[in-house]
């Protein structure tokens, strides 16, 4: 991956990873807040939000795959399915047979049979190519980094978010706790001694696995956890992904969690508060699984599927995966072939959405881009802790949250006098926005800033005062509530920063203009205040739909600021956020759907939930009346008691229109009460992404829809309604457009039914790939970039490659100019688009290419050769000429084996001329 920058970017190469299959994966920061704005709801025209869109705090994307790691897929299939011990075993044979005769230096690592069928392996980047040229080979996808989500400390506040899903009403009113459930979770491992999670409280105390194949978790005296049946830790201490010297797993049975996020996932889904201070989870009588993959930093897509498969021995009803490769796609990828498989076995697959919302469109992570799981987005917690400063001269404390990159206040002490920066006026608004230098020229140097939020970056309001002195920064909201803001790598040592509401900064502005010193106490103390954002959708959700044009993400949870069980040794509790937290809510909340009803298969349980579901305002702009894009929020905010107490019911749970002007559907309504129901027909539509993928405009609701405007559906029997969906006529490229079918019950008793959409306005396959829309009527080329000699010295040439839109198909051919000989040099199947418009992916060429229809590869005749560049449109027709893109590189020279053709690109004297 290489990055269009004007500085070197030799260091941010890495040659050898992105042939095959590129994923990048989800980083788990969340920032959210808001910003000023006036929502303009006329016409088609884009729609400016009143808050910050994900994409304005976008940092850079890191190389996310490891090096020289591959997977290599087999023809057969697995053992869920009916592939037979013999059959796999053939495979495995000849691979190994074909790699002896190729001469490649391949060391195997992980078997996989049950869910997937292949094996992982080392091999460097020219032996990987080599093995996608085996007849014993069906695909090679490289391995992709995941990484660790990263914890926040806070106390527990979990009640609250059970009240947004009905999970509370599911407890306390209908009795269901999730009992006879198990779920498992592949995170960070658990503490098992917590006792909200069934553990004595005693930290010295060591359960571990019976061995690698009998999992069972087993305490000193033999005696099986009483909550926690199945684990097994697959990396040992120390393992990070990211790191050459220590991304070697050394797996021991022992599933401790060292660093948060798994017992912090676990509680969510099953704690029972083992006290006053303790907090209940959505399903307190359930079974966990802990399958730990984290340690002290990433892991891989490897171990997952090896998690996965382990869970799946051992009987898990449910599996949690708070984690995801982001830019993935296809069906085919291990980890999400491998969650299509369990779904396909009755195993529910829950999985976070992703937390790519700063990637922009078509940014949901793999593998909840599978087709059958539940996906799962992140919305924000009703309420929240802060902590607070106390001020002479106001009441009640001032509750602060981070301001991220910055230090924290302290918690004891006193502050330094606060002051403001000089007024200032932009855009027609007067106030303290300190947006200036200027603004701060008398500004007491050692005084604390007090801050306007708004007109310029957090960063830069936090840079200005730090130049004039500031020891410590305090941004208050421009609107109502309180705020989360980063200022990313501009944090200075010594002085921290915080975020306030409006109403505490105009507490405080009134105080220092009536002449008041004004000083802050630090205290330890922390408050539950209400969240201005809760319920609405989270900041670094990931947008969806699916590449394939398929739905998702399904359904929504709370997933920003929840707080939960935590080790022992590091306190206990904390809040964390991200779709990480939203996707055990899903979890526990299946447990509790399968308690009420065992025979559910995993798509009923999805279509169960989300007919009851609640769709949310747009995030950003909340007062316009639009709902949040179907293709973000799903079908919107879970409601578990609804969904289990429902004696009526719509399939399928969600439509996928593709591209196009309209599209029909034909859905079934089912009426398994007592008394007829006459439903009546509803629609609205929720807000679209159009144009640019990586900042994309929002417009207004636009399609409609057609059909019966009742229907009456008898006591025990089911009634089908045919549909026509049409797209809202807008005429913009890269236009995404949903929305929600309702079916209304005339008696104003029974459930509003309602089913998600999602589609594509016009013809997909007029989506180039060699750039991207910077505005609809101007669309940037970004063609490859060709170097010829790269340092690589196994290398004759290389090519670099912007994609704005995901390639299904990708071919690199070396030409002979003067033959006119073809020779293949690279074949891909659902390469990612680039992250931003900045990143380029390199392909590097050996000068080497397969032999006729065997197995070995050679090198290619000496002489003048261009490369060429072929890439077809996602979903698009490999027949049809205009689904694919093509560009041709200069020419240049390739050498006899062993010599080296000038930079040049010309001939040179005593080489050979073409042959």
């Not at 966990?288 to 930093?297: E, M, S, V």
């Not at 919305?379 to 106001?394: M, Q, R, S, Y």
């Not at 144009?691 to 559906?713: A, C, E, R």
């Not at 030409?815 to 931003?836: C, H, I, M």
Request: charged share 20%; aromatic share 8%.
């Amino acid at each position: 991956m290489t990055r269009n920058t004007d500085a070197d970017d030799s260091t941010h190469r890495f040659d050898r990873r992105t042939v095959m299959k590129l994923a990048s994966v989800a980083g788990l920061e969340a920032v959210f807040g808001t910003v000023s704005g006036t929502a303009d709801t006329s016409g088609p025209g884009p729609i400016d939000p009143d808050r910050e869109p994900p994409w304005d705090a976008r940092e850079g994307a890191p190389d996310r795959w490891v090096r020289d790691r591959w997977f290599v897929a087999f023809d057969a299939e697995p053992r869920a399915r009916g592939g037979g011990p013999s059959t796999q075993a053939n495979e495995r044979a000849q691979f190994r047979a074909d790699v002896r005769a190729e001469g490649l230096g391949v060391t195997e690592r992980h078997d996989f049979t049950r869910l997937w069928n292949g094996l992982s392996v080392t091999a460097e980047f020219g032996d990987a190519v080599a093995m996608t040229a085996l007849d014993s080979v069906a695909a090679v996808y490289p391995v992709a980094i995941v990484d660790r989500p990263e914890p926040a400390d806070a106390s527990p506040m979990l009640e609250t978010a059970l009240s947004m899903t009905g999970a509370d009403a599911a407890q306390s009113e209908l009795g269901f706790t999730g009992d006879g459930r198990s779920v498992a979770v592949i995170d960070t491992g658990i503490d098992y001694n917590h006792p909200d999670l069934g553990g004595s409280g005693d930290g010295s105390v060591v359960y571990t696995a019976e061995s690698e194949s009998d999992r069972t978790l087993t305490g000193p005296a033999g005696d099986v956890h009483p909550r926690i049946s199945h684990g097994w830790d697959y990396v040992g201490a120390g393992y990070d992904a990211g790191d050459p010297g220590a991304d070697e797993p050394n797996p021991d049975p022992d599933p401790m969690d060292p660093q948060g996020h798994g017992t912090h996932v676990s509680g969510i889904v099953a704690a029972d508060a083992a006290g006053e201070e303790g907090v209940t989870g959505v399903a307190p009588d359930a079974t966990l699984g802990a399958y730990k993959i984290f340690d002290t930093g990433s892991s891989t897509a490897e171990i997952i599927v090896a998690a996965m498969e382990d869970a799946y021995a051992d009987g898990m009803d449910v599996i949690n995966m708070s984690l995801g490769a982001s830019l993935q796609w296809g069906q085919a990828y291990p980890t999400t072939a491998a969650s299509n498989e369990l779904v396909s076995q009755g195993v529910v697959v829950v999985n976070s959405a992703g937390n790519e919302g700063e990637m922009g469109a078509w940014s949901m992570s793999a593998p909840a881009n599978a087709h059958d799981v539940i996906s799962v987005a992140s919305a924000e917690n009703t309420h929240l802790t802060a902590n607070g400063f106390e001020v002479d001269g106001i009441d009640d404390p001032v509750p602060y949250l981070e301001l991220s990159g910055a230090e924290l206040p302290p918690t004891e002490g006193e502050s330094a006098p606060l002051a403001l920066p000089a007024q200032s006026e932009i855009g027609g608004e007067t106030g303290y926005f300190g947006c200036d230098p200027a603004d701060f020229a008398d500004f007491p140097e050692g005084h604390v800033a007090l801050i306007q939020r708004g007109h310029c970056a957090f960063a830069q309001k936090y840079e200005n005062a730090v130049a004039a002195g500031a020891t410590g920064v305090v941004i208050f909201n421009n609107v109502a509530g309180l705020f989360s803001g980063t200022i990313a790598d501009a944090g200075v040592e010594g002085v921290w920063g915080a975020g306030i509401s409006d109403t505490g900064g105009a507490a405080l502005v009134d105080l220092l203009e009536s002449g008041e010193t004004v000083t802050f106490d630090f205290t330890e103390e922390t408050f539950t205040v209400p969240n201005p954002n809760g319920g609405l959708l989270s900041s670094f959700s990931s947008y969806g739909q699916d590449v394939e044009l398929a739905f998702g993400p399904s359904v929504t949870a709370p997933g920003g600021l929840i707080t939960s069980t935590y080790p022992l040794a590091q306190g206990g509790y904390a809040m964390l956020s991200g779709t990480s937290m939203a996707a055990p809510h899903v979890a526990g909340s299946v447990a509790l759907l399968l308690e009420a009803e065992p025979d559910l298969d995993p798509l009923d349980v999805r279509d169960r939930l989300q007919n009851v579901a609640e769709p949310q305002p747009w995030s950003l702009a909340p007062d316009i009346g639009a709902l949040d894009h179907s293709f973000r929020q799903g079908a919107g905010m879970i409601q578990v008691d609804d969904a289990i107490t429902a004696d009526q019911r719509v399939t399928p749970g969600q439509l996928s229109l593709g591209d196009g002007t309209a599209a029909e559907a034909t859905v079934t309504l089912t009426n398994d009460g007592e008394a007829d129901i006459t439903y009546e027909l509803g629609h609205a539509g929720s807000v679209g992404t159009a144009v640019n993928t990586f900042s994309p405009g929002f417009y207004l609701p636009g399609s409609s829809v057609s059909g019966p405007k009742t229907v009456t559906v008898p006591a025990g029997e089911s009634v089908s309604v045919d549909l026509t969906i049409s797209a809202p006529g807008y005429g913009l490229p890269n236009h995404q457009y949903g929305g929600y079918v309702a079916f209304r019950p005339t008696d104003e008793v029974n459930d509003v039914l309602r089913i998600p959409y999602s589609g594509y306005e016009g013809d997909y396959q007029d989506l180039p790939l060699l750039g991207y829309y910077a505005a609809a009527d101007d669309f940037v080329v970004q063609e490859p970039r060709f170097q010829e000699s790269p340092d690589d010295p196994d290398a004759v040439a290389a090519v670099e490659a912007f994609f704005g839109h995901y390639p299904q198909e990708l071919h690199v051919t070396a030409v002979n100019e003067r033959t006119g000989q073809s020779f293949t040099v690279l074949e891909q199947e659902y390469a990612p688009r680039s992250p931003d418009p900045e990143t380029y992916y390199e392909y590097v060429w050996d000068g080497r290419t397969r032999a006729g229809e065997s197995d070995n590869r050679r090198p290619v005749p000496p002489g003048t050769y261009t490369l060429t560049v072929e890439a077809l449109r996602a979903l698009g027709d490999p027949e049809n000429p205009d689904h694919w893109d093509t560009w041709e590189s200069p020419t240049f020279r390739v050498s006899p084996p062993g010599k080296r053709a000038p930079a040049t690109g010309e001939a040179a004297s005593g080489l050979p001329a073409d042959e």
